[in-house]
């Protein structure tokens, strides 16, 4: 068939020629099929496509491990801070520098930060904050429209989590890199942490140049405050310096920081966070120009507190920050006043709580030639006479004297010791309150060689007094007159059982979540009130109001020591005067050097003084003469005289360390306790807990009611003055 024949099976013409191109079309030079344009094009991409999903894919896997690879945040080392020690109520007392000499202190936005600061930082630095999750696309357009238009960074594209990142992870270099990875670590930061944390984290690590990071570093170290009140001028101050913290440090270029903080408040007024004027009067303001020392007060509690708890960033006290803070200068002047190398130790103990409220330690802690760094507060020292009245408390809780008794004061030996007084002079016959008041050593060594020196010094240590005697040595009559080592903060305590009606606690400094002290037994309630009333009376210094403050001076030997303690019905505070060395210092005495700055103390506290308790019930309040007969006039065991063959007073019923059971069920008459005696003077007189009963009869005997339960002391007193005493436990 030729070519130019029709198809044979082909019966249109049109339709073969359609068939033919097709043909033409689909067909190569060797008759194969190819694949039209529309094809290629879509194979090809398909192979982008798979390309880019490939590429795409270990893109992301190569940018998962380069974030895994970053490993977790650094946190615990951001965390670190210096070591602060904070009032009872929150103050700064001292703070610690890092081991790299960093000072960056803690910080709680809310309660430390001033409201003004915050609303500046954040429209400066990011004003959607509590918004993004870490990177706030719109900062980041603004900054770089800004940048194009203006020719210079007009305002930062970094939120506050990214600049957090960055401190975190410091690098010197800046690059899309690090950038990069900044926003990694910011959207990590915003997972891990609240907005409030993260706030927190950045205000104590942001750079303010030199050793200084952070708001509250910065505040304490340029404008020698807390940052919770600023200015308007000192918070844009403050906003401006982290920008360039080397280049804007105040001790170094305060004219560039001034710049700073007025291009702030240019910003603020633009954007409407502050008014003009307002901005125009804080332009005015002139920025700092040196840096301020860190706060450092009670530093010797401090380092003692530093010492004790471990790995704790904020150590509370029970401290008053304003008490100590008024408390230092008077220490401080009036040692200089009194000498060279004299050192004065001061301790404030409220009563109720025994809580140290003021602690000074030395008159300067940083003055060498008064040893500043001795805490003399701590130090063991010989008391003088500041002992004497739990002698008189004793006795009087004993019965055999009463603060109205007569008592010689006469030249008496015991043994080879013999006591004099401060003066050498005797005053003769005096009321028992008057030798106290006057200090006179003859009746307390009297009253001491009754009552038992070991007794006293077991009494004291029961109460929390650590009474420190030469090796070796038993107590002695000697103690009574400072014979014993003591510590200015034990006496403090010690003292303030006799406001608490005899019982002690111990001190306490640093605060903690469980207070688990137990009260300590001192006198009975009668006892610790007589003492307290008698050295209520105590002649004061000169200048000085009566009956205000109940206190006592010591003196040691050799003109060391000189003390005064005394207390009201809130607080109790105790002075010590002297060398740290223990060198004499001629003319030191408790009443001259130390009275003055216990009184003046007490006016420094800014608080009205506080009456003392009334007096328990049972106490035989009395003139001498309406005492009874074997109270009137208190006589030595060895002066009584007995001219007939009436036989030594014993008590028969009840017997020492006996128990008694009583039953109140019946009402008074059943409960009422038989006291039988043998021997002795008529008329004698039934005292249970220093307190007067009433009087033996003819039989020589008596009911009595008998105390509540517990322990009580039993005694009974002939008219010569003989004595015998048990102590029972009433059930």
Not at 64 to 92: C, F, H, M
Not at 573 to 586: K, L
Request: hydrophobic fraction near 40%.
């Amino acid at each position: 068939m030729s070519e130019a024949e029709p198809h044979p099976q082909s019966s249109c013409p049109g339709l073969t020629r359609a068939s033919t191109a097709v043909r033409a079309v689909g067909a190569g030079v060797d008759g194969r099929v190819k694949p039209g344009h529309d094809g290629r094009r879509g194979l090809i991409a398909f192979r982008l496509l798979s390309a880019l999903a490939v590429t795409l894919i270990l893109a992301i896997i190569g940018f998962v491990g380069w974030v895994y690879s970053l490993g977790p945040l650094p946190l615990d080392e951001a965390r670190q801070v210096s070591t602060t020690i904070v009032d009872r109520n929150g103050k700064l007392l001292r703070a610690y520098a890092m081991a790299d000499g960093r000072w960056r202190l803690p910080v709680d936005a809310k309660a430390n930060v001033d409201p003004t600061y915050l609303k500046l930082l954040l429209a400066y630095e990011d004003q959607r904050f509590y918004a993004h999750d870490g990177i706030d696309p719109l900062a980041l357009g603004r900054a770089a429209l800004q940048l194009g238009t203006r020719g210079h960074i007009v305002s930062g594209g970094s939120t506050i989590s990214m600049q957090l990142a960055r401190l975190m992870e410091p690098r010197r270099q800046r690059s899309l890199y690090a950038k990069l990875r900044q926003m990694v670590r910011a959207i990590e930061i915003e997972r891990t942490l609240s907005k409030e944390q993260i706030l927190d984290l950045y205000l104590a690590l942001a750079p303010y140049g030199g050793n200084l990071e952070g708001i509250r570093a910065a505040s304490i170290g340029y404008l020698g405050k807390e940052p919770k009140r600023l200015s308007l001028a000192e918070a844009a101050l403050l906003v401006a310096l982290p920008q360039s913290p080397e280049t804007r440090r105040l001790d170094r270029h305060p004219e560039a920081a001034r710049k700073a903080r007025d291009r702030v408040l240019d910003r603020m007024v633009e954007e409407n966070v502050v008014s003009a004027d307002d901005a125009k009067l804080a332009k005015a303001v002139p920025v700092p120009k040196l840096r301020k020392p860190m706060p450092i007060l009670a530093p010797h509690a401090s380092d003692t507190a530093l010492s004790t708890v471990k790995d704790k960033p904020v150590i509370k006290l029970t401290l008053d920050a304003n008490l100590q803070k008024v408390l230092e200068p008077l220490a401080r002047d009036r040692a200089i006043a009194l000498g060279p190398n004299i050192s004065v130790g001061i301790i404030v103990v409220d009563n109720e709580s025994g809580d140290v409220l003021a602690r000074v330690g030395s008159a300067d802690y940083f003055d060498e030639s008064r040893a500043g760094q001795v805490d003399m507060t701590r130090a063991i020292r010989s008391p003088g006479s500041t002992l004497k009245p739990f002698i008189y408390g004793l006795a009087f809780e004993d019965g055999f004297v009463h603060p109205e008794s007569l008592i010689d004061d006469r030249p008496v030996r015991f043994g080879s010791y013999a006591p004099e007084n401060f003066d050498m002079t005797f005053q003769g016959t005096v009321p028992v309150r008057k030798a106290l008041q006057l200090s006179l050593n003859v009746p307390a060594i009297v009253l001491l060689d009754r009552v038992g020196s070991s007794r006293l010094a077991s009494r004291l240590r029961q109460a929390g007094g650590n009474l420190v005697l030469p090796k070796d040595e038993a107590p002695g009559l000697a103690m009574g007159l400072g014979g014993v080592g003591v510590t200015l903060q034990d006496l403090a305590q010690l003292y303030a059982g006799f406001a608490r009606l005899g019982t002690t606690k111990p001190l306490r400094e640093i605060m903690a979540d469980k207070d688990d002290r137990e009260t300590l037994r001192l006198l009975d309630p009668v006892a610790a009130w007589q003492v307290g009333n008698v050295l209520l009376g105590t002649p004061p210094p000169e200048n000085a109001a009566h009956n205000r403050i109940a206190f006592k001076t010591g003196t040691s030997y050799g003109y060391r020591d000189a003390w005064s303690v005394g207390f009201d019905g809130r607080m109790t505070i105790g002075v010590w005067v002297g060398r740290p060395d223990g060198a004499p210092v001629p003319g030191l005495i408790g009443r001259v050097a130390a009275a003055p700055i216990l009184f003046e103390a007490f006016a420094r506290t800014g608080k009205t003084l506080a009456p003392l308790p009334k007096p328990p019930r049972g106490t035989l309040v009395a003139s001498n003469a309406k005492l009874p007969l074997p109270l009137k006039r208190f006589r030595p065991v060895g002066e009584l005289v007995r001219t007939g063959r009436e036989q030594a007073l014993h008590i028969q019923f009840p017997l020492n360390g006996s128990r008694i059971d009583v039953d109140r069920s019946g009402g008074p008459e059943s409960a009422a306790m038989p006291v039988k005696v043998a021997g002795g003077v008529l008329p004698m007189t039934v005292m249970v807990n220093g307190t007067a009963l009433g009087e033996i009869d003819g039989r020589r005997q008596r009911l009595i009611d008998p105390p509540g339960p517990g322990f009580a002391r039993l005694t009974v007193i002939d008219a010569t003055g003989a004595a015998d005493t048990v102590v029972i436990r009433i059930q």
